[in-house]
């Protein structure tokens, strides 16, 4: 492991390079995804979220991109099948993971001639972007709360109110949720 | 039910402690990292040189022995397998490393043999089986592994033993065989993992913590902010740190192996504190048991000795219960229970290891605890309120490095 000793004594690990060099191509990148995303912010000072920043960056660089590209690039349509079937997996179950990777894969999707792999990497996308607007959505109706509140009481007019409800419907039915 | 006492000593300020418990646990860890720099594990003379080994490895071997029978049948129309023995006279203490080992006697089994045919068809089966779990990449119980042919093995203990057998016989841990035991333990804290491609961050599993897994060979560790792990013999007190949230307050990782510990806990602890290399603690109640639990994680079981080296964890320390902390903090006399001819017998047994032998503060406390012939439960120390164990007994403990 790779130890970080942080300015306020704190000791962070993280697994080394030779052994990321080992995983399959989409786990690198959606790994540096994942400390960047649910943990970095934890990490103590910024000049110690710098020198774990750069280390994620030499893991990104050496490791995770070329072997994602590698395997979307490769000429063995069951390689880059295969990668595209695993991003839609993770991408099922927590999509946030692929944001990372997503101008990879809108690239990908753009050169792919297989139209299996190609609809496989657009699936991946879709998920994301529908995680994305879900969030959106959750956000809205706990906004959408506070409006009703406001529409009682006069402090919104009922024209901003319509506006608002409009995006939210919108949300609603673009992400599949029901509307509460 | 324990009557409540107040706690006694000084009132001492927690944020004091706190930063003096981790002061404790950062010199342990620099400590310790100096020390596994300086390390080189050998083998002593004579013991069985046992690996954990990848999936296609170990089908290679179960081909290769395959081979070897196949070979000696063509040539003389009998065959036999060297099978290192599992008897108490063939365990060797490791006194270096604190370890059980496996020696290197061998038993000679031959087929074409009254007494050994019928445990060879049962060894050929279970290497059959090994070959299967290994080819597909996938993993079997032991009773699944029993009911693929109950006929022949008639009670899983026999399928037990051959998977045993079969095990030395590759030079291997029974996990890189593809055979599992079912898994208790429980794993909650610093800690991420990567199970093939999810990511587990064992601080997001809510109270109940994440169940260890017995398909370790699929779990990496790949991200810890723990200082410390700490192992617990009793669920119901894991549960009280993990409702807390101990870990936010005191960076660890807390593993629960609900009583005895079984091989998947054991080996997941051996990996946590051989990749991170923090200091690791055991608590378990104040009784000659707890004690055999805690040797357990520290040097493996008898029956397991030739994988002590991928189970044992030889730098686990016993922060508690000690005997002497009955008095220390106060347990009082109607928490404690009197220790029966069992009790006394088994830790009369435990002063005649040479692993206890050898360490002085270890004996000192098993020869308080023979001559008060008392003993208390980890939960006991709640008789000074629930929330005790966190806030007072656990720092206090730590702050003062005061551990076997």
Partial sequence: MKVFRLSDGRIVQIIDKDKIQKWDPATPALFVNYILDKKIESYGSSKDQAEIRAYLNEILEEIAVPKLTNALKSPDPNVRLTIAKNLVDISKKKADMVKGVLSFLQDAERNEKEAGIKANIAQVLKNYDKAVKRKQYEAKRKKMRELDEMLKTGKISADDYVKERKEFLVLGVETGAEEE | ?404
Avoid at chain 2, 362 to 386: C, N, P, R, T
């Fill in chain 2, 1 to 404: 039910m324990c009557a409540k006492k107040a706690a006694i000593g000084p009132s001492v300020d927690p944020a004091a402690r706190k930063e003096k418990a981790i002061k404790v646990l950062r010199d342990a860890f620099e400590q310790k990292l100096k020390e596994t720099a300086q390390l080189s594990y050998q083998l002593p003379q004579g013991a069985l040189v046992v690996d954990e080994i990848p999936a296609d490895a170990a089908f290679k071997k179960t081909v290769e022995v395959a081979k070897s029978l196949y070979d000696q049948i063509m040539e003389s129309g009998r065959f036999a397998l060297d099978v290192p023995s599992r008897s108490s006279t063939n365990i060797i203490y490791d006194e270096n490393n604190d370890l059980l080992l496996l020696g290197e006697k061998m038993n000679r089994k031959w087929f074409h043999s009254l007494t050994s045919v019928e445990d060879m068809t049962q060894l050929i089966k279970i290497l059959e089986i090994v070959n299967q779990l290994l080819e597909k990449r996938i993993h079997a119980t032991k009773r699944e592994v029993f009911y693929n042919d109950v006929n022949l093995f008639k009670e899983q203990v026999n399928s037990d033993n051959c998977i045993e057998d079969l095990s030395t016989v590759l030079n291997t841990i029974r996990n890189s065989t593809n055979i599992v035991a079912s898994a208790v333990g429980k794993a909650v804290g610093r800690l991420r993992i990567r199970d093939q491609s999810d990511i587990i961050d064992l601080e997001a599993m809510g109270s109940g913590g994440w169940a260890i897994t017995p398909f370790l060979d699929n779990v990496e560790i790949i991200e810890s902010d723990a200082e410390f792990v700490l192992v617990i013999e009793k669920d119901a007190a894991a549960m009280r740190l993990s409702e807390a949230k101990w870990w936010k307050e005191y960076p660890c990782i807390i593993i629960s192996g609900r009583g005895a510990a079984d091989i998947a806990t054991r080996m997941f602890l051996k990996r946590i504190n051989k990749i991170l290399n923090i200091p690791t603690f055991c608590l378990v109640d104040s009784d000659p048991y707890g004690h055999y639990i805690y040797s357990i994680y520290l040097r493996g079981s008898k029956k397991l000795s030739y994988e002590s080296p991928f189970l044992a964890t030889p730098n686990i320390h016993l922060l508690g219960v000690l005997t002497r902390d009955l008095d220390s903090y106060n347990v009082p006399k109607e928490c404690r229970i009197s220790m029966n001819k069992t009790d006394i017998k088994r830790c009369q047994e435990m002063l005649n290891e040479s692993f206890v032998q050898k360490n002085p503060r270890w004996v000192a406390d098993l020869e308080l605890m023979m001559k008060i012939k008392e003993k208390a439960e980890i939960q006991s120390l709640s008789a000074h309120g629930f929330e005790y164990l966190t806030s007072e007994y656990l720092p206090s403990k730590i702050a003062t490095a005061d551990w076997i």
